[in-house]
Nanobody
Framework: QLKVVESGGGLVQPGGSLRLSCAAS????????VRWFRQAPGKDREGVSC???????NYEDSVKGRATISRDDEKNTVYLQLNSMKPEDTAIYYC?????????????WGQGTQVTVSS
């Protein structure tokens, strides 16, 4: 049974960078898209970025130009690099494996990793 686990969150200063990881176990991610979501305190969960099984990418406007999503199928892991971070990037970041591509539905959720941007 597929399971995904996020890591790499933490406290970072404004302008800093983080690389989040979404590691899968129990099954391969090769044929699945993976989307990163985030949920800030008091706000709805929102999509951040997605990578398809064919490595097509998309980004929400809020992170476009500051984020890079990538996948290493040998390691069964998807990454989200965040640069020039802002306090409004503070949130719990979740990854999810999707059925049906980036426009498909969530098959498996991770438990989330906290990212805090503060001086």
């Amino acid at each position: 049974q597929l399971k995904v686990v996020e890591s790499g969150g933490g406290l970072v200063q404004p302008g800093g960078s983080l690389r989040l990881s979404c590691a899968a176990s129990g099954a391969t991610l090769d044929y699945l898209a993976v989307r990163w979501f985030r949920q800030a305190p008091g706000k709805d969960r929102e999509g951040v970025s997605c990578i398809s099984s064919s490595h097509s990418l998309n980004y929400e406007d809020s992170v476009k130009g500051r984020a890079t999503i990538s996948r290493d199928d040998e390691k069964n892991t998807v990454y989200l690099q965040l640069n020039s971070m802002k306090p409004e990037d503070t949130a719990i970041y979740y990854c999810a494996a999707l059925m049906g591509g980036c426009s498909g539905y969530v098959h498996v959720w991770g438990q989330g990793t906290q990212v805090t941007v503060s001086s």
